[in-house]
């Protein structure tokens, strides 16, 4: 069974062009951008990362871009001395100071995978990432472009850890809950009574939606155990017309007995994919300030 100090590594998708946040993701990667929330204005990967930090996580896997790198390592890691030196010259050094603090409190260790450009679906951050899994009996994989926020100072990724490790399951996925007539439009998770994934639905007809009220919809968060390397690995060497998702995996590794708990988030769920989906996610922290 698990333990919520076993998993201390997280993969995190980054190597997306951005193309629906045209024209700033030329020069800028898209989880580079602000969420512009009043004081609570901060940049959309920083918001990840602190989901990270909170759930007791110690390294962070970024699957990204030689680009998407440099821009990861100039805002988490050291600030360039010559940066320093242009801010004690302008007698503004205590903002150098404001900021390596925030940057030591996520107490994170930061690695870099770069994904290859012909590469496409979610089944390629984790599979890439492999050689620097080595050792890791589990490990989550999430993405750079959404996250969970709440009022309070609450993991959403800490909570699905205690999920899957009171479960004892193989695997764990994060959904979040949805409206059944909304599942037409998303991958849909039908689950049993303990919570358990019995098939995964995409966007499926209103007729054949599961018929639990409270249904979950999938975010792109999953816990994975080192069992799951077989089905990734089969998926990668599988010619496909379309992207290698992770759905066909997880479906391929459930089949033959493994299991996965559904783990329903509780907070409000934060997609910026496109620059409505940015606004909105600043108007909603706005209005919800955290406490």
């Excluded at 333990?3 to 201390?8: A, D, E």
């Excluded at 940057?103 to 620097?132: C, H, K, N």
């Excluded at 599961?210 to 998926?235: F, M, R, V």
């Excluded at 010619?239 to 459930?254: D, N, Q, V």
Aim: charged residues 25%; glycine residues 6%.
């Amino acid at each position: 069974m698990l333990s919520s100090s076993s998993v201390t590594t997280a993969v995190i998708s980054v190597a997306g062009i951005g193309s629906r946040m045209l024209p700033a993701t030329w020069s800028i990667e898209k989880y580079m951008l602000p969420i512009y929330a009043g004081s609570q204005t901060r940049l959309l990967i920083d918001w990840v990362i602190e989901e990270c930090s909170r759930a007791g996580l110690e390294r962070i896997i970024f699957v990204t871009t030689e680009r998407g790198k440099q821009q990861l390592q100039d805002y988490f890691e050291n600030i360039d001395d010559s940066l320093i030196k242009r801010y004690e010259e302008s007698g503004k050094l205590e903002l150098v100071h404001i900021e390596q603090a925030r940057r030591a409190a996520y107490g994170l260790r930061y690695e870099y995978v770069i994904q290859p450009p012909d590469a496409y679906g979610t089944v390629v951050p984790p599979f890439v990432a492999r050689e620097a899994l080595q050792g890791e009996e589990q490990f989550f994989v999430m993405t750079g472009d959404n996250f969970m926020y709440h009022e309070k100072p609450i993991s959403e990724l800490n909570l699905a850890i205690e999920t899957w490790q009171k479960a004892g399951s193989d695997h764990v996925i994060v959904g979040t809950p949805m409206r059944r007539e909304e599942a037409v439009r998303f991958g849909v998770f039908d689950v049993d009574d303990q919570g358990n994934l019995r098939r995964w639905l995409e966007k499926p007809a209103l007729a054949d939606a599961p018929k639990d009220p409270i249904l979950a919809t999938n975010i792109s968060w999953y816990g994975l155990s080192n069992s799951i390397w077989e089905y990734l690995t089969q998926e990668m060497q599988t010619k496909r017309s379309g992207e290698h998702e992770l759905t066909f995996p997880i479906m391929a590794a459930l089949t033959a007995g493994q299991t996965f708990r559904v783990y329903r988030t509780l907070g409000k769920y934060l997609h910026c994919g496109t620059p409505e989906e940015f606004t909105a996610a600043g108007q909603y922290i706005s209005a919800h300030p955290r406490r």
